[in-house]
């Protein structure tokens, strides 16, 4: 559902944001750690790479944000409540470039934290093979395991409710 929010807050196609994000974060990590990462873009290919990835992102927030100034969306997305909010100093609203900062943190915290919570999911499964397999009897039991077994069907928002162990366990 988050995945479907930030789209849908954005107006952008998955692919388009998601491929130059990752490289995004990665550069920014480093330029905290690493005080000649600036220069690297130079002379490393995969420095100047993420400098370009870290371009084409500033590009992409600021045509979301205009297209937000310009048509503002449904009153009750995070996009219409960050377009009301006003500076308590000056009741002015958000400037574009604040505004693109906050919907760039919407978006790093929403992508963050989802790939952080499978990694876990992942990583206790592997450990807890009796968790593994309580989760891969409800998923048999609603024809959504083993993947490639006949009458496997992919999963649906309307099986999310009646997959309780495995909703429990995330």
Known sequence: MAHFQCFCLLHCRPSEYLAVFYPVLKAQAEL?????????????????????????????????????????PADYTIAAHLLAVKDPATGKPLSPNQLKAEVATFMAAGFETTSHAITWCLAVLAAH????????EELMAEGLAPAGAPGVRDIEASDLGKLTYLSGFI
């Open 32 to 72: 905290v750690n690493n005080p000649w990462y600036f220069y690297q873009r130079f002379w490393n290919r995969e420095v100047a790479k993420q400098y370009r990835c870290m371009a084409k992102h500033d590009d992409l927030m600021n045509q979301k944000v205009q297209r937000l100034i310009k048509s503002p």
């Open 129 to 136: 093979e009796d968790i593994q397999q309580k989760v891969i």
